[in-house]
């Protein structure tokens, strides 16, 4: 039994040897390529001393080139590649473990050279990948996610691929949104602007540790992402449209007065708005995406339909005319009365003055003509006071109107 073991796990380690010879990378892949070179040198100089042996080497040269030429046009046509070079060296570097194809990640992107093809990107490892601070790449196997690493210099296995994470804040801006309002009328939300980043228990962030992470976040980021007509979409696509239910749904719920115009006292649907983003509700949902909103600014409202701002409008100026009128009514009211008060103690004051003439006029020693002469004086005085009031109020009278008047 024991025999049988042992038998069973040197065959194991001899398949897995092999299996490295075969299609291992880096220090196995420079093991394949000594032990051709040195096959190489060994036929080569071993046909100097056997006389006529050097033709017979050309058919396995030319079998193995033709083989490794075979591969080459096999990817090309497989990945529908343009550049036969490219594929030549990816394929030379990845059994000879040289030259491998190098990447770098940034602000959650893949970056190429001046927009050229990278076998890394296209098809896998083997290769390297340089992340740069605030960044991290995800390994793709061929069946589960294999390894997460953060900033540094990595190398991708064989068939392994590699996905970006941007690990720093995200700015995101919504042009536009529009929904309908509870009484039928098109609402438009422009230039709604938020900012979120990869979700993470705060608790683990420091400045050693400024971009902390947890794997959960990491696969709900890459794998559940939106898909529309144009194929996967970007992250932060899954987080824009979250913002833009919660927009719609208030939108919705609410009347057009309410969003543009509201009368109710500590009214506010931007802040209303903005606590429905940080329900627990809307923030299970971008953890499910992996995102953590930080801040939003909801943006201008707008109302497609003219009539509506020209109707309001008109509402708005006929309350301040009324207004208007009934703080000029109520001045003049004002006006008038303090006239009126004004004459009344006029002519108080005349009658005291004719009371007081009349007392200082001897009655015994004086004649009539004298009283008569004062009497008269008195009321002439009062009739010019009143005749000259009156005049006033007819000059601030306003003028009859077109229609009051009538023809000769």
């Given amino acids: 039994m024991a025999t049988d073991v042992k038998s069973k796990a040197s065959a194991t380690n001899k398949a897995t040897v092999f299996w490295y010879m075969l299609a291992g990378d880096r220090k196995w892949g ?58 030549f060296r990816y394929l030379f570097a990845s059994f000879f473990g040289v030259f491998y194809p190098k990447l770098s990640v940034y602000s959650g992107k893949k970056v190429t050279r001046d927009g050229k093809e990278n076998m890394l990107d296209i098809i896998g490892g083997p290769g390297f990948v340089n992340v740069q601070p605030g960044n991290a790449v995800l390994y793709e196997g061929q069946r589960a996610p294999a390894a997460i690493h953060i900033s540094g210099h990595h190398f991708v296995p064989r068939y392994e691929r590699i996905q970006p994470i941007a690990m720093e804040e995200q700015y995101g801006e919504i042009e536009e949104s529009s929904a309908m ?110 995102a953590e909103l930080l801040w939003v600014d909801i943006g201008s409202f707008e109302i497609p339909n003219k009539l509506v701002e020209q109707q309001r409008l008109n509402t708005w100026q006929a309350k301040w005319m009324g207004d208007a009128r009934v703080a000029r009514s109520f001045g003049e009211a004002q006006h008038l009365a303090y006239q009126e008060i004004g004459r009344a103690e006029a002519q108080a004051e005349m009658l005291i003055s004719i009371m007081h003439s009349l007392a200082d006029v001897n009655l015994q020693g004086g004649t009539r003509q004298t009283l008569r002469d004062v009497i008269l004086v008195r009321t002439a005085q009062l009739l010019e006071a009143m005749g000259e009031g009156a005049e006033e109020k007819s000059v601030n009278a306003p003028a009859p109107s077109a229609k009051g008047k009538k023809g000769p």
């Avoid at 050097?54 to 090309?76: C, D, E, H, K, N």
Wanted: with cysteine.
């Fill in 181 to 290: 309002s509870r009484d039928g009328f098109e609402v438009k939300i422009r230039h709604t602007r938020f900012s979120f980043r990869l979700a993470a228990d705060r608790a683990t962030r420091s400045r050693e540790n400024p971009y902390p992470y947890s794997s959960e976040a990491i696969y709900n980021m890459i794998y559940n992402r939106t898909v529309s007509e144009q194929g996967l979409g970007e992250w932060h696509c899954g987080v824009e449209s979250e913002i833009r239910k919660v927009l719609a749904d208030y939108i919705n719920s609410n009347t057009l007065d309410h969003l543009t115009a509201p009368t109710e006292v500590g009214a506010d649907p931007r802040g209303q708005i903005k606590q429905g983003l940080r329900s627990p509700e809307v923030i299970k949902k971008l953890r499910d995406r992996g």
């Fill in 30 to 87: 420079w093991l394949r390529l000594s032990l051709l070179v040195f096959l190489t040198v060994t036929l080569v100089v071993g046909s100097f001393f056997v006389r006529g042996s050097l033709r017979y080497l050309i058919v396995p040269f030319a079998a193995v080139l033709t083989a490794f030429m075979a591969g080459v046009r096999y990817l090309q046509d497989i990945y529908e590649l343009e550049n036969f070079w490219h594929v």
